[in-house]
């Protein structure tokens, strides 16, 4: 492999070991092992832990946004459509991993917000970015006339953002996708409830 290559790959096994075992948890020493890298080799590709970590909260970033795009630009579905197809998405995932990984982004916000400012940043800027683009998505819902004009989209988009983030910790807890689903099913029944 590579420098790229070798880098990409630290990165994709960090992202995996870290969305598990958490950043401080994580070892430099078991993401080489695991990426079949030369143990010594770690600072020719990162200069401190710090700066592998922000390239880890970044590569998943990139790789949610295109998650993120799929759903929400998703032009053959209806804006409420695409922001329910969305949830129910991650609830099957949440599901599928037996609701044990969660959101790398809100779990390291839990972990590092107040260890680490530079963290605590991009992380902000990462949840700022999500919050923007449901609101788009729900101003797309209220000019084709799914949702009432009156509705805050940006205070719903950061509400379903908070909501979300906070039915997956709860999913981790209980070992159970229930929270969830009870907050899908009272989005919709109530905040995102479809105009008559």
């Not at 459509?81 to 982004?105: D, T």
């Not at 998505?137 to 949702?147: D, H, I, S, V």
């Not at 807890?173 to 907050?183: A, E, G, N, Y």
């Not at 919709?188 to 479809?194: E, M, P, T």
Request: proline share 3%; hydrophobic share 40%; aromatic share 8%.
């Amino acid at each position: 492999m590579d420098k790229n290559e070798t880098r990409a790959t630290i990165i994709r096994i960090g992202t995996d070991l870290i969305s598990r075992q958490g950043f401080n948890a994580t070892g430099i020493d078991a993401v080489l092992k695991e990426a079949g890298v030369p143990k010594g080799s770690f600072y020719h590709y990162f200069r401190s832990k710090e700066e592998f970590g922000l390239a880890v909260i970044d590569h998943f970033a990139e790789r949610y946004d295109q998650r993120l795009d799929t759903f929400l630009n998703d032009d053959e579905v209806t804006p409420l459509n695409r922001v329910r197809n969305y949830l129910e998405s991650g609830l099957a995932r949440l599901e599928q991993n037996r609701c044990s990984k969660g959101c790398l982004i809100g779990n390291l916000g839990q972990e590092l917000a107040d260890q680490h400012e530079r963290f605590r940043v991009r992380l902000d800027g990462i949840f700022r970015s999500w919050k923007e683009r449901f609101a788009v998505c729900l101003r797309e819902a209220q000019r084709a006339g799914e949702l009432a004009p009156e509705l805050d989209a940006g205070v719903a988009a950061g509400f379903i953002l908070s909501g979300l983030e906070g039915a997956i910790l709860r999913a981790k807890v209980m070992k159970s996708p229930q929270p969830l689903r009870d907050f899908i099913e009272i989005l919709f029944a109530s905040v995102l409830r479809r105009q008559a």
